[in-house]
């Protein structure tokens, strides 16, 4: 009789075994996009930092794992096409992560040259062009960024995993007493909306940011007087803070606990 029961002792075993297991899962934040995002090895060694290097200290760290996989000089398209970058990720996503990603800043490249070879179709469409990649060598067909950023969340999504895009920060360019924007916040915008990602408005609220304290302060406090894409220390700080405060007042994101 002992014997018969066996079986039956051991799922129900497994499934309180998987439920424990389940309980004690700790998700990961991973958190991919550019130099911007995480600037070199992501320690200030050349005094730029990206605000991914800053985000980690807004969370829990016995509750869940934060993970920069950011890499400058990357755009949507040399990211995702990188074995060694975004499948690498992909293959470590896990159901219940979170994907946190910022691009832009390198999209606007020439889509083909000698040096990168890095650039997209501008906008968020389904167009797409056929070229021969010089670094590469061989041909490849360049979508917009936009698609790119759909792309991603497609396969965030599929792995059972939370996407959020945030729109590119701004660079330290003025018009007058007011910071240009970027259509690329607003494509961000669109495939967040169209791909079913949570979105972070991170150019505006870094500009609502900057232009409040104005021109002067922001260009020697925030940025190195040479660079007007990457930020210093200070800069990053306040990135990270914003994208924090972002991810707290979007509780539907799911983040919110960890923090």
Known sequence: ???????????????????????????????????????????????????????????????????????????????????????????????????????????????????????????????????????????????SYGFYLRRFVKNIQDKGAIAIICSPIPRNAWAGTQIRRSDYALWAKEAAQQSGAFFIPLQDQVIAQYETMGKKKVETEFFDPKDATHTIKAGALLNAKLVAEQLKAQPKVGLKKFM
């Open 1 to 143: 009789m002992k014997l018969k029961l066996l079986p039956w002792a051991a799922v129900l075993f497994a499934v309180i075994g998987m439920s424990f297991l389940e309980r004690q899962h700790k998700p990961t934040l991973f958190i991919i996009g550019d130099s911007t995002v995480k600037n070199g090895q992501g320690n200030g060694s050349n005094g730029q930092w990206g605000w991914g290097s800053f985000i980690g200290q807004y969370f829990k760290s016995d509750k869940i794992n934060v993970k920069n996989r950011a890499l400058g000089g990357t755009s949507t398209r040399t990211f995702y096409n990188n074995p060694k970058l975004w499948q690498k990720v992909l293959d470590s996503i896990q159901p219940g992560d979170f994907v946190l990603m910022q691009f832009g800043h390198n999209d606007s490249s020439p889509i083909v040259d000698t040096l990168r070879a890095r650039g997209t179709i501008k906008g968020n469409g389904d167009d797409y062009q056929e070229v021969y990649n010089p670094l590469l060598k061989q041909n490849e067909v360049v979508y």
